[in-house]
């Protein structure tokens, strides 16, 4: 049996995160955790927490910690986590986000970080060319689009532009980025539990390269917390 993990995947919006987040949670059996998409869910359901999140996600702004936080607390306390770990994607977002999901999960902690490392330059040209399904988040581009007339290939919903990917709104979330969570890579650093990986290649090369730090991580720290 594949072993559980708790990982931590960072990187610049665009560095193919949501892919690899999608085929880490297959390899490792363990749920895809996204606030990112948890977020949608609640806007596109109407819900009173998407009414209160909308405007401020479609400005590309970040969202209050406590909010954050409380949302990937309760998502982090249902079974399916507990028993074997999560992919955590797009949180923490600061030092405060980190700080407060080290103390959800004292006296276990995350096995690793993952940083997903891209150009800012090369980010950039995959956002402008990003598709997503409105329905599964299945994400494509412009040029590798789904079979059918923008269908979602996976689930038949409407493949679009997301609201969050224009220019103004990219290079708002780029320039948070390095304000803001940048700093996160120093801090798992300097708790040694950060691995950078060249994002830089086919989705395929680069899941190879996240296994192989995974499994490093592993042989040099003796199987992690589960
Ligand atoms: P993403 O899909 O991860 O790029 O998230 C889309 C938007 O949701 C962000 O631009 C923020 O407005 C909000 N968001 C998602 N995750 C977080 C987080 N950890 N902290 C604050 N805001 C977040």
Redesign the pocket.
């Known amino acids: 049996m594949v072993p559980g993990i708790r990982l931590v995947v960072l990187g610049k919006?665009g560095a193919g995160?949501?892919t690899q987040c999608v085929r880490l949670s297959h390899h490792y059996v363990v749920p895809h955790v996204?606030?990112?998409?948890m977020?949608?869910g609640a806007v596109k359901s109407g819900s009173e927490l998407g009414a209160k999140?909308k405007e401020?996600?479609e400005?590309?702004?970040?969202?209050?910690?406590d909010l954050?936080m409380e949302l990937?607390a309760e998502r982090l306390a249902e079974p399916d986590a507990r028993a074997r770990g999560f992919i955590l994607?797009?949180?923490?977002?600061?030092i405060h986000?980190a700080e407060t999901l080290a103390s959800l999960l004292d006296p276990g902690d995350i096995d690793l970080t993952v940083d997903v490392e891209v150009s800012t330059n090369q980010v950039l040209k995959r956002l402008a060319a990003r598709r997503v399904c409105v329905d599964c988040g299945t994400n494509y581009s412009v040029s590798a689009p789904p079979r059918m007339n923008w269908t979602c290939d996976i689930c038949g919903g409407e493949v679009v532009q997301r609201d969050?990917d224009t220019e103004e709104?990219i290079r708002r979330?780029l320039d948070?980025y390095e304000r803001q969570t940048a700093p996160l890579i120093d801090f798992y650093d300097k708790r040694r539990q950060l691995s950078r990986v060249n994002g830089v290649g086919s989705p395929e090369a680069v899941f190879r390269r996240i296994i192989r730090a995974v499994e490093d991580r592993r042989r040099r720290w003796g199987g992690g917390h589960r």
């Open positions: 919006q995160k949501g996204s606030t990112g998409e977020l949608r999140v401020t996600m400005s590309g702004d970040l969202l209050g910690d954050i990937v994607d797009g949180c923490p977002r600061t986000q969050d709104a979330r948070l």
